[in-house]
């Protein structure tokens, strides 16, 4: 079975520094990746998706994450973070085990991302 | 044009109470789910529904009962609501295809007193 474990709760970093929120995941088979945010109050909205091909994913809002399948990691980066960054981050993983079109979303516990002044 | 609605937005409670969350897509998907959100943020998968058929179901106890009346539609219906069910309840939606990604409603805050 699938499992994501995303290492830290909280990120606080200064306006405009890089930040990396770590994920890792757990899978016997091919796996879809996946990091949403989720903005106070709202729901989630996709950053970026890993399905195959290239390692290094970018995404909205200046994002990128990179695959590396050898450390089951899939961290997300910034090299330079705004206020409007502070939110809650989730890394996710398909579980592919339902089959058809229907599969499931595996989410990690989350991260906050508190950007500081 | 919100492609996941779902309302209502908040839900105030007594323990005991029979309620219901409704949502919508608008974006022609054929998969639709319910998360749950925990006060510790978890998100952890309630149901999940193709075609108007229930294809997920996470061992969320009986009082919860989703309905989809057709491929746009699916509503969550909670009977004898207890605490524990405080919570924020999501409302997902996805193409075809294991890597369409899931387009979420902005949720539904419960709170049961």
């Known amino acids: 079975a699938q499992s994501v474990t995303q290492l830290d709760s909280q990120v606080p970093v200064f306006e405009e520094a890089p930040v990396e929120l770590r994920c890792n995941y757990s899978s016997s088979v091919s796996v879809y990746l996946f990091w949403y945010v989720q903005y106070p109050n709202q729901g989630l909205q996709l950053l970026l998706k890993y399905l195959s091909g290239s390692t290094l994913v970018k995404g909205i809002n200046g994002f990128e994450a990179e695959f590396n399948k050898s450390q089951t990691s899939f961290h997300l980066r910034k090299p330079s973070v705004h206020i409007s960054d502070t939110a809650e981050y989730f890394c996710a993983v398909s579980d592919l085990s339902y089959g058809g079109a229907t599969n499931k979303l595996i989410f990690g516990t989350g991260t906050l991302l508190a950007v500081q002044p | 044009d919100t492609a996941v609605s779902q309302t209502p937005k908040y839900l105030v409670t007594q323990m005991g109470n029979d309620k219901s969350i409704k949502c919508e897509q608008n974006l022609g998907h054929d998969t639709m789910y319910w998360y749950k959100q925990d006060s510790k943020k978890f998100l952890k998968i309630m149901f999940s529904y193709n075609n108007k058929e229930l294809i997920i179901n996470e061992t969320v106890p009986n009082r919860f009962s989703p309905k989809s009346p057709d491929k746009a539609h699916l509503n969550l219906h909670i009977n004898s609501l207890e605490l524990g069910d405080s919570a924020v309840y999501f409302c997902?939606?996805?193409?075809?295809?294991?890597?369409?990604?899931?387009?979420f409603g902005n949720g539904t805050r419960l709170t049961v007193t």
């Open positions: 997902a939606s996805k193409g075809q295809g294991y890597n369409s990604p899931l387009h």
